[in-house]
């Protein structure tokens, strides 16, 4: 037992004399536990302690929350995107190359110090994502890609607000708030009901959308492998596998849920197409084309949306989302 308690003081001493001095009296900044405890109740929650809640009792009706949910998403994601960007990206005073860390006091580096913490806070408001699902009993979108996501990210964000936070690992943020404005407005308009579903033929694309976000993050932390800069190796690493994982997570995610889609709905339509034959669908002396008639779902173009309308589909969120939900 003394042991354990020495090994927790020195942690907690290490954590104080190279964290960033900034940060380290912000709330859930001085020790990574409790983020670790809130991602772990996070998983129970949603795989166990809430499909069992909800095991007797009808799904939740959830249009209007989920409306007003994914507009808030949508203008914090904004908010954080011109926060990032105006501290640094899109002004011109970050490099793309190399930027180490600013632990200084000045106006515009304290304003990024400040963004990366509310990034790190966005990341507990997007387990409301898990939440919504596991309350409509749709559990069969809270896959493994899904739980990983959400749950790994406030825990890698923390790290990056206590030691680093501005610089190069920054332009994860960037990337990652734009993506979540693209993503939760797809979000808002499935939730606004059928008659917005012409709007929402992108779909299959925000996962792609949310692999080149990973690609890029990549190559931008990796870079750092290969030159001179002033920014900490472990943290490169770190942030460049983080993307790594997520990209071939969200691989998998998108050849389960499009490529093998696409060839059971092949399938399907040469069924149709044998069966019409058989029963001899023939009108003023042209054959029905039943195929034609569900065309949509046949080519993949609907993707579920039909029925579900204003389930979320993702998640990326690799916020890792199902097929219903489109990758933290």
């Not at 490099?95 to 990034?119: F, G, I, K, Q």
Request: hydrophobic share 45%; aromatic share 18%.
């Amino acid at each position: 037992m003394a042991q354990i308690i020495k090994f927790f003081d020195d942690f907690h001493s290490m954590l104080e004399t190279n964290g960033d001095p900034r940060t380290s009296n912000w709330p859930l900044m001085s020790s990574p536990f409790p983020t670790l405890l809130i991602c772990l109740s996070y998983v129970y929650v949603v795989k166990v302690l809430g499909p069992k809640f909800m095991e007797n009792r009808k799904p939740m009706e959830l249009r209007k929350v989920l409306i007003y949910y994914n507009l808030f998403q949508v203008l914090f994601s904004v908010w954080l995107f011109l926060e990032i960007g105006m501290s640094g990206w899109l002004t011109g005073q970050y490099s793309l190359r190399c930027e180490p860390v600013d632990y200084s006091n000045h106006p515009v580096t304290v304003r990024m110090v400040h963004a990366c913490w509310w990034y790190y806070f966005s990341k507990f408001t997007e387990f409301m994502d898990t939440i919504f699902f596991v309350l409509r009993k749709k559990n069969q979108h809270v896959s493994t890609l899904h739980v990983i996501h959400h749950g790994v990210m406030p825990m890698s964000v923390w790290f990056g607000v206590k030691f680093t936070p501005g610089g190069h690992s920054t332009f994860f943020g960037l990337i990652n708030t734009f993506v979540h404005v693209v993503m939760y407005t797809y979000y808002l308009l499935a939730a606004l009901g059928p008659e917005y579903q012409k709007f929402l033929w992108w779909k299959k694309y925000l996962t792609t959308f949310q692999m080149v976000q990973f690609i890029a993050i990549m190559v931008h932390a990796f870079q750092l492998l290969f030159i001179d800069c002033n920014y900490p190796r472990a943290f490169v690493w770190f942030i460049g596998m983080h993307a790594v994982m997520f990209f071939f997570l969200f691989n998998e995610f998108y050849k389960q849920t499009y490529k093998q889609r696409g060839k059971a709905a092949a399938a399907k339509a040469l069924a149709n197409q044998k069966t019409a034959s058989s029963n001899g669908s023939i009108s003023n002396g042209h054959a029905t084309d039943s195929s034609k008639t569900n065309g949509h779902t046949l080519n993949g173009f609907s993707n579920g949306r039909a029925s579900d309308y204003y389930v979320k589909a993702s998640s990326a969120d690799l916020h890792l989302r199902p097929a219903t939900q489109i990758v933290k």
